[in-house]
Structures are given as structure tokens and as C-alpha cells.
């Protein structure tokens, strides 16, 4: 199983990116997925996520600036952040596994992909 990330980069303030997550040898389809980041020096956190009943999760501190889609025919998932600060620089992650696990237990996730990422430059 490879989860890969990309869509990352240097952005300024304000500005909006899309997060690109493609597995092999999974199925997002049927299983679940999340999106968790971590910025330096700061614990992972979860942001958004799809179960296997395609029930959308966001975190709360992240609705309203995030959305998650997926593209069953591409076996992609993708996060779309706006409205960047600071705040956000991180390098984010995209895990899976048959079990929505939820955002507070991170460690149960499986599959992990090797992360992309993002720096808001103010």
C-alpha cells in the first residue's frame, strides 16, 4: 500500500491550495480516510476525513476553510484549504485504513502517505 501526498508548497497569506492524496494498493472507495497535519514542534492534528459510508468529518476549528472530495475514478482524495495563514504551515498527511478511526486516535491509522508541505509566508 503507498498513500502519496502532494500539492504542497510556499503560498502567501490568504491565498488557497488543494492537497492531492492517490493510493496504491488501497481502496479509498469503501474505506476510510483522513487528513491530519503537524507543524513544527506541535502534536499531529487532525483536520478532515471520509468513512467507508462517505460521511464527511472536518474538524472544528477547520469548517468553514476546508472541504474534502474524493475521485473514486482516480482513487484520489483531496483537500482543499482557503484562506491560509500562518497558522497552517505544516507538513500534511493523508492516512487510511478499513476503520473510520476518528481524529483522536491517530495511531490506529494504517497506511500513511510521506506528507507534503505547506508554508504561508505572511
Known amino acids: 500500500v503507498q498513500l502519496v501526498e502532494s500539492g504542497g508548497g510556499l503560498v502567501q497569506v490568504g491565498e488557497s491550495l488543494r492537497l492531492s492524496c492517490v493510493a496504491s494498493g488501497f481502496t479509498f472507495d469503501g474505506n476510510s480516510m483522513i487528513w491530519v497535519r503537524q507543524a513544527p514542534g506541535k502534536e499531529r492534528e487532525a483536520i478532515s476525513g471520509i468513512g467507508s459510508d462517505g460521511q464527511e468529518h472536518v474538524a472544528t476549528s477547520m469548517k468553514g476553510r476546508v472541504t474534502i472530495s474524493s475521485d473514486n475514478a482516480k482513487n484520489t482524495v483531496y483537500l482543499q484549504i482557503n484562506n491560509l495563514s500562518p497558522e497552517d504551515t505544516a507538513v500534511y498527511y493523508c492516512?487510511?485504513?478499513?476503520?473510520?478511526?476518528?481524529?483522536?486516535?491517530?495511531?490506529?491509522?494504517?497506511?500513511w502517505g510521506q506528507g507534503t508541505q505547506v508554508t504561508v509566508s505572511s
Open positions: 492516512a487510511g485504513d478499513t476503520v473510520m478511526y476518528g481524529f483522536r486516535w491517530l495511531g490506529a491509522w494504517t497506511y
